[in-house]
Nanobody, 110 residues
Framework: VQLQAFGGGLVQAGGSLRLTCAAS????????IAWFRQASGKEREGVVC???????LETEAAKGRFTMSRDSAKNTVYLQMNSLKPEETGVYYC?????WGQGTQVTVSS
């Protein structure tokens, strides 16, 4: 049972990135999946999640800019992040069914 998160990188403020969370050993479809961010020296915080029925919930800061989607055939979810801000720099983790992905670094330069 494993989650793998990838797709991070360096982007300028205002740019976009798409993160991927791929599962192995279990099916993502029935479960809620969440993305968290942990900035350096700070606690991990939730950013956006998608429910088992594909309802998306995001923080006020992310609303209108971040969204999630599923590809059930690939057992994968995506986090599309647009209009990124420097304060959104951090390690992004996906979480589902008690499992954490290994994290992927997102750096937004000003």
């Amino acid at each position: 049972v494993q989650l793998q998160a990838f797709g991070g990188g360096l982007v300028q403020a205002g740019g976009s990135l798409r993160l991927t969370c791929a599962a192995s050993g279990f099916h993502l479809r029935p479960h809620s999946i969440a993305w968290f961010r942990q900035a350096s020296g700070k606690e991990r915080e939730g950013v956006v999640c998608i429910s088992g029925t594909d309802r998306i919930l995001e923080t006020e800061a992310a609303k209108g800019r971040f969204t999630m989607s599923r590809d059930s055939a690939k057992n994968t979810v995506y986090l599309q992040m647009n209009s990124l801000k420097p304060e959104e720099t951090g390690v992004y983790y996906c979480y589902a069914w008690g499992q954490w992905g290994q994290g992927t670094q997102v750096t937004v330069s000003s």
